[in-house]
């Protein structure tokens, strides 16, 4: 099964934190959209029966789209590929963006699941990020999302901002959890190069939290959610059964994706092919590009056995689990008898289980899940 993901690169105001691609001047978005409709075009034949079973549209800001401009999109999409009936179709949704109406138009037009990027139920926090939402806001778009029809709804939430306290994450956590969402993404703040952010961490405007103390706060939310019946079904992801995400789900079984906007990036294996390849972030060569009937490639990499074998270790290990049964089909290797010995390890010292041949991180085993992908891609 695979996935279509489309960026729609542009956002209000650019959080101090994100250094996802986009811009603040959306008066290009028809251009952007006009050269977005031609990079479906240029796939059209690409996928062959390859049947699709979910849609991300994530960004940027896509909840800036007009319901019609999404619709285009969507029935672009449904006019190209072959478009499973009951496809996961999900837009990430900044609370600053909707309206009621807006939202009744999207589940309209068949978008079933919502990713609300809350943060913080906090105003400071809201504010130290540059949201351009504020709390009451943010649990007013779930409410509105509930009542026009979503029933898959996932929050959006940081952790250890530099002045949070621990008993005030815990209390964003009750807060999100009494909206009643059935999916949680929690994360831990990141000091991405490039951004606002690292630029106060320099000059010493803010310290981020030290690596011992934002495990605390790590700890803390995988013992809350899970306490309240949620699943941790990947590091940073939650979910009530049967509510995790479907478009995440295929990206960690390496499963097929194919991808739209500047910045995306595709990957797609058949015949034994691996390739991986990114898009241009730059909007503005991205859409020249395509007016000259080019793909806005930047780059791409054919991944060697090798090279699939590591991600799939890591990919299983940070999600559902590992199977090295299937794993040593998939890619043979001499390294299985020392790898076996390091999981026995890791089951003795409470890291992981290992049952059905498969080897899932338990929540000491997610505080150091780096390592242990480590210990296990390195034997
Ligand atoms: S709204 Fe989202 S994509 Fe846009 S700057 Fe903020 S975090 Fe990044």
Redesign the pocket.
């Given at each position: 099964m695979a996935s279509l993901y489309l960026h729609i690169p542009f956002?209000e105001k650019?959080?101090i934190y994100?250094d996802?691609y986009?811009i603040e001047n959306s008066s290009t978005m028809d251009d952007f959209l006009r050269s977005l409709h031609r990079e479906i075009e240029l796939y059209s034949s690409f996928a062959g029966k390859e049947k699709f079973e979910t849609i991300f549209f994530g960004?940027?800001?896509p909840s800036l789209l007009k319901p019609e401009q999404l619709e285009g999109i969507l029935s672009h999409l449904h006019s190209v590929f072959t478009i499973e009936n009951d496809a996961e179709v999900t837009v990430e949704t900044?609370p600053g963006t909707v309206t009621r109406e807006k939202l009744a138009a999207y589940q309209a037009m068949g978008v079933n699941r919502l990713s609300i990027?809350i943060q913080s139920f906090r105003e400071r926090d809201l504010k130290f990020l540059s949201r351009i939402h504020d709390a009451h806001q943010a649990v007013e778009c779930v409410e509105t999302a509930r009542a026009v029809g979503f029933d898959n709804l996932s929050i959006d939430l940081i952790y250890a901002l530099p002045d949070q306290t621990m008993s005030e994450w815990e209390e964003n956590l009750r807060q999100a959890v009494l909206l009643e969402p059935n999916h949680i993404s929690a994360y831990g703040l990141i000091v991405e190069e490039n951004t606002p952010l690292i630029r106060m961490v320099r000059a010493k405007l803010v310290s981020p939290k030290p690596a011992d103390e934002e495990a605390e706060f790590y700890k803390l939310t995988m013992d809350f959610l899970q306490e309240r019946g949620f699943d941790h079904y990947e590091v940073s992801n939650y979910a009530r059964e049967g509510f995790r995400s479907r478009h995440n789900y295929n990206y960690w079984r390496h499963e097929n994706y194919l991808s739209f906007g500047p910045s995306a990036h595709s990957f797609w294996r058949e015949h034994g092919n691996a390739r991986r390849w990114f898009n241009i972030a730059n909007l503005s060569h991205y859409c020249s590009s395509l007016l000259d009937g080019k793909l806005p490639l930047l780059n791409e990499e054919h991944l060697t056995p090798d090279q699939l074998r590591t991600e799939r270790i890591l990919l299983g290990l940070r999600s559902d689990g590992l199977d090295i049964g299937k794993l040593e089909i998939d890619f043979p290797s001499n390294r299985l008898h020392v790898a076996e010995q390091e999981i026995m390890n890791l089951v003795d010292s409470g890291h992981v289980v290992f049952s059905d041949g498969v080897v899932r991180l338990t929540s000491a085993g997610y505080l150091v899940c780096d390592e242990i992908c480590m210990r296990l891609m390195t034997p």
């Open positions: 956002c650019k959080c994100c996802f986009s960004g940027g800001t900044n990027g």
